[in-house]
């Protein structure tokens, strides 16, 4: 049988279109760009097209959009480049506001190490109990060193979709030149169908939870906005990335942003129903079930975290393996640093609630046969897991 | 008729059994490395054996292999990291030693920045008329302050093969804790079949040359070499480049690497066969054609560099290109930043001789067919274009 894949948050299978797209470019136009040959202009066209794409998307322009090799570095040179950028100017720490649900490679790690460098004071500001952050705490934040607020649009762990208009106004009508920077690198397809340029200044995301290829990470930066480079390499092509063109992955990229594109609110609408099904279907058949994050308002169609009460999350993710299915958890033994989800626990400051949390993430090719696969094994793995549990209720053990 | 393509240094077509490699990964095994599943700890094993193919080509051990997701990357992981990690240790200012020689991209813009921001000095050795690097000048360049020297094994424009063990053995010889570190994104399967390990503490390339794909970069870090991470990201999987793995691009570059392992010597020989067919035949039927580089010793067999009188490297790229052959120019105006290419420049002082250089970097792919429609068309071209330059003698003008 199948596997049924709910993970799409940590990888998705590349599209076989994207796959063909990217082959032109890896075995017939395998040319680099340059300005004086014809082989060497068509590879230049094909680069400036993908930015027109992605321009288009984010509501900016094509010399708006950057290229860069993963969302680890498109972060790094994101947040970094706003604060090197900050301090030049005035000499002085930076400010940045952020909120504390942030995810930690694309966010959060770049802040924790600012702040360890001293090179920046951040804040973390308090989610609601459904992980929104509140226009008015992010407005009162400000300060006169503020340099940007950067956060996701939709939280990685819980799905929250934060109100993104309201917070970018906020943030202008206290002043103007701070930044409002997105970390969309979970959030592409999963969020309401909305124009990043009306309310960031700078985005960055990348295709591969699109069915992208990995390492299609793109900026889009508003023109005026401040960013220094951060990796020096060549400017020939991306002043502030300074990378190399990448042009199989920039044209892969492309053509996975192109098929989202195609049916965006099909495909929005596909995933709702599913999750619905999951939410509905799990209350339904198993008892003591806890959703985490939002629901049904403010939450990504993407996004479906529960916690099933008295079990842990990877001995529930281990079990539904064993049953073809993937889904991941917030437990702490899945965690290098063996930490809780800190999503979770700002939200509930409950561990084991957060140990116990699983994650699944849906994509527009999930159907309904794997909602009903997952649904038909998961009362069994709560049940037989339940029955071992040294904290579960007698209830559970016969 | 298919075109010819002499510029390997800029890119390659990706070898089809790279690409099914790839698709692999992209499409049946897409899943994400995870501890605690079945499908998760396959694509740990998956990376692992990636890791140890590369080690075992540098001569190191598989959990000294990291992933970079492009070179630029891995050279400023490189190099700062070294940096950072002497700063810390020492809080004083580390000096570099590399050549005047060096790549932009992969080491001088990294270096020229260091120096800029008075975070290490740095001095240039001067090579000879060959290219070359005394190891004595090396040795003699090594301070107290020395944290490393840095420099390509293969020189990216016209392919002198430095002593690198018998510099290694100079610098350990001076002062053991100052760390050889190698350029080698420009010289994978273009140097006689050594041991890195042998001389060298650091290596970082990429096998996109070799016919992988773009951004599979690799860092060797010999066990107790000392550099900080830049980029601040994941340090579950690796804890310098702090990369989350691309595994599709780290299995299909781990193919390329084999494929180039499977006959490393005779790949090498037929380099060297169309390599000398191409200087011989120039020299046989071109006029007042001047060799750069070494000739025909200490030159990788893949770098064919020469001037051609009297007209521009831009001009004959251009020619040679309407006539469907590729090949790169080292004149000014293929520059984004309009200045000669300074290897030429530092082995001969002749801004001419730079100005009217073209480059062929050769794959094992190249055929004896393809040099010979070089060699065919050459004569022309070269003629068409002295006919009707400004500086060219008279005897050219008929």
Redo the contacts between chains.
């Keep these: 049988m199948e596997?049924v894949?709910f993970?799409h948050c940590?990888?998705?299978?590349?599209d076989?279109r994207v796959?063909e797209e990217m082959?032109i470019w890896?075995?017939e136009k395998?040319?680099?760009p340059?300005?004086?040959?014809?082989?060497?202009t068509e590879i230049q066209e094909a680069i400036e097209e993908a930015q027109a794409v992605w321009a288009s998307f984010f509501g900016g322009k094509p010399d708006e959009v950057q290229f860069a090799?993963?969302?680890?570095?498109a972060?790094?040179i994101t947040i970094r480049g706003v604060v090197e950028s900050y301090w030049k100017k005035h000499d002085t720490m930076p400010h940045i506001i952020t909120t504390e649900i942030e995810a930690?490679?694309?966010v959060l790690?770049?802040l924790?190490?600012l702040e360890k460098g001293k090179l920046a004071e951040v804040t973390y500001l308090k989610v609601d109990e459904n992980g929104l952050v509140s226009p008015d705490d992010v407005k009162n934040a400000i300060k006169d060193n503020t340099a940007m607020v950067v956060m996701a649009d939709v939280n990685f762990m819980v799905g929250t979709v934060q109100d993104v208009t309201a917070i970018g106004k906020a943030i202008k009508e206290k002043k103007e030149d701070v930044m409002f920077v997105i970390d969309a690198t979970r959030s592409l397809g999963r969020t309401p169908r909305w124009k990043y340029a009306d309310f960031a200044d700078v985005v960055y995301t990348d295709a591969h939870r699109i069915h992208g290829?990995?390492?299609s990470s793109v900026l889009w930066i508003k023109g005026g906005a401040s960013i220094s480079p951060i990796?020096?390499?060549?400017?020939?092509y991306f002043k502030i990335t300074?990378?190399?063109p990448?042009?199989?992955?920039i044209r892969g990229g492309m053509k996975a942003l192109q098929i989202l594109l195609e049916d965006y609110e099909g495909k929005y609408e596909k995933m709702k129903n599913l999750q619905k099904m999951l939410f509905d279907g799990m209350l339904e058949r198993i008892p003591e079930v806890q959703i985490n994050g939002p629901w049904p308002k403010y939450r990504s169609p993407s996004n479906v975290c529960v916690t099933f009460k008295y079990i842990e999350g990877?001995a529930v993710?281990?079990y539904f393996?064993?049953n073809g299915i993937?889904v991941?958890?917030g437990s702490a033994?899945?965690n290098?640093f063996l930490q809780a989800n800190h999503v979770i626990l700002a939200l509930y400051n409950d561990y084991a609630r957060a140990h116990g949390s699983i994650r699944l993430i849906l994509s527009w090719y999930n159907t309904e046969e794997d909602v009903n696969r997952f649904l038909d094994v998961a009362p069994e793995v709560v049940k037989t897991l339940r029955r071992i549990s040294p904290v579960a209720p007698e209830i559970y053990k016969k």
């Design positions: 596997r894949y993970d940590r990888s998705t299978f590349v076989k796959i082959n890896m075995t395998y040319w680099a340059a300005p004086f040959t014809s082989t060497g090799p993963s969302e680890v570095v972060s790094n930690g490679s694309t790690s770049v924790r190490k290829p990995k390492g990796i020096w390499g060549s400017v020939t300074q990378e190399k990448n042009v199989p992955v990877e993710q281990m393996d064993m993937t991941d958890t033994c899945a290098p």
